[in-house]
């Protein structure tokens, strides 16, 4: 199945600043998902995307459903220990494929 | 909240056994999934099911089977464990209607070993 190139792999941020990830398709996409998943756990739902341009938000963190439907973005703003975790992409055209993540470590 | 629970968290199971996952979701979905999960591989689907009774080929089925008796219940079968199925397994859920399809909730995981 087709993967998602999701960018940068890792991320090593000082608490405070503000974390900017995003996930590239060779294919258009009509739904972007963004999980968060912490060490031993399921993906967690963060926020999902249903229409090209479409920005979303939930508490600090925002996504961005690309105006090509070939990619999305997450922001997060004033990180926080709690953020560490492995952040990961998902889109859907019949199907579902998923990112390989981008790990998250905020440094106190 | 939507609650999708997996039989268990970890599991050490010898070459040659039959191993059974099992997924319980509290929430009416219609639509289950099973996924493994491997490092630098990312989210891989290996069944899933729009109905009880109904199933569907991911892209890695080969080794694998499942079962879905009840609304509920979705469970993985690995019919003979090989060691190259060693891999975090994730099961999930979603509804079957309007946006709400594409929202999929997963479970806790369960960590396989097979040796």
């Known amino acids: 199945g087709q993967q998602l190139n999701q960018s940068p792999q890792s991320m090593f941020i000082q608490e405070g600043e503000d974390v900017s990830m995003n996930c590239t398709s060779s294919?258009?996409?009509?739904?972007w998902l963004w999980y968060k998943q912490d060490p031993g756990e399921g993906p967690v739902l963060l926020i999902a995307?249903?229409?090209?341009?479409e920005l979303t938000s939930n508490g600090r963190l925002t996504a961005q459903f690309g105006i090509t439907r070939k990619d999305s973005f997450l922001n997060i703003s004033a990180s926080i220990p709690s953020d560490v975790g492995i952040y990961f992409c998902a889109g859907n055209w019949n199907q579902f494929y998923f990112g390989t993540g981008t790990s998250l470590t905020v440094i106190p | 909240d939507v609650k999708v629970t997996q039989s268990s968290r970890y599991l050490v199971k010898r070459t040659g056994e039959k191993v059974f996952l099992e997924c319980v979701q509290d929430?009416?979905?219609?639509?289950m999934f099973w996924y493994r999960q491997d490092p630098g591989l990312g989210l891989r689907l290996i069944y899933f099911s729009y109905d009880v009774k109904m199933k569907e080929k991911g892209d890695i089925p080969e080794g694998y089977s499942v079962s879905r008796e009840k609304k509920e219940r979705f469970s993985l079968i690995l019919e003979s464990a090989s060691t190259n199925q060693t891999s975090m397994y994730l099961c999930a859920s979603s509804f079957s209607g309007g946006t709400s399809v594409y929202e999929q909730y997963f479970g806790p995981g369960t960590r396989l070993t097979v040796t």
């Open positions: 294919s258009i996409f009509n739904t």
């Open positions: 995307l249903y229409k090209a341009g």
């Open positions: 929430m009416d979905h219609e639509n």
